[in-house]
């Protein structure tokens, strides 16, 4: 079945490391999105990625990294410079580029709950 | 600063009722999306009403779209326990790249 899988479910960090996120999607999509969710609260946009080897921040993108040397794939780093890491993380994609002639409906996946201890 | 704000927050209703949440944005949109997020899961497309568009229904769904208020309204007709999620609205701020979430409205719906 095509969709969009994120790994790990559960993460938890002890202060002062990096961690990464993955997201891999197989729906053929160009386009794919970082949010994250606090409790009780929107999401707010990270960083996404329209094309291959390119990937504009999006609002909170301080302390967080990301790539894109696949279509498929979109890791996050969460690094340490990040102050308030702990929330719900959550990795999308759709199938043009943000803004384009499509739809711009976005898929989700199932989340990563990073905690930090 | 969020695009989007729902309203109410939170909402709980009978089975079988009909439940109403409202949306109001900030600047010119192309599209208006709505989601819906069980508890702990990713978040799913239920439906999107375009600019030129002033109402859309989707099987229990229906969705109204008052550009000149800038604002969506989403009722759920028939309301089920299994409806019990949050909702939100999605828009493009200026038809640009970045999809902008709303706050969201938690409805419980009880049997």
């Known amino acids: 079945d095509g969709g969009i899988t994120q790994s790990p479910k559960y993460l938890f960090r002890k202060e002062g490391q990096n961690v990464t996120l993955s997201c891999e999607q197989n729906?053929?999509?160009?386009?794919m999105y970082w949010y994250r969710q606090d409790p009780g609260q929107g999401l707010r946009l990270i960083y996404y990625?329209?094309?291959?080897?390119?990937?504009q921040k999006g609002d909170i993108a301080e302390g967080y990294s990301v790539s894109r040397e696949k279509k498929e794939s979109f890791p996050l780093t969460v690094t340490s410079a990040q102050k308030n890491p702990t929330a719900f993380y959550l990795c999308?994609?759709?199938?043009?580029?943000?803004?384009?002639?499509?739809?711009?409906?976005?898929?989700f996946g199932e989340g990563s709950r990073l905690t930090v201890l | 600063s969020q695009q989007g704000e729902e309203d109410p927050q939170a909402l709980s209703i009978q089975e079988g009722e009909n439940a109403t949440m409202n949306c109001s944005y900030k600047?010119?949109?192309?599209?208006l999306q709505w989601y819906r997020q069980n508890s702990g899961r990713g978040l799913v497309h239920l439906i999107l009403i375009r600019s030129n568009e002033r109402e859309k229904h989707s099987g229990r769904l229906r969705v109204t779209l008052d550009t000149s208020k800038k604002s969506s309204s989403l009722l759920i007709t028939a309301s089920r326990a299994a409806d019990t999620a949050s909702y939100f609205c999605?828009?493009?701020?200026?038809?640009?790249?970045?999809?902008?979430f709303g706050t969201g409205t938690q409805l419980k719906v009880e049997l």
């Open positions: 999308a994609s759709s199938m043009g580029p943000a803004g384009g002639p499509q739809t711009g409906e976005l898929f």
């Open positions: 999605a828009t493009r701020p200026g038809g640009g790249n970045k999809l902008t």
């Open positions: 600047t010119s949109i192309n599209n």
């Open positions: 729906l053929n999509h160009d386009a």
């Open positions: 990625s329209q094309i291959v080897n390119d990937f």
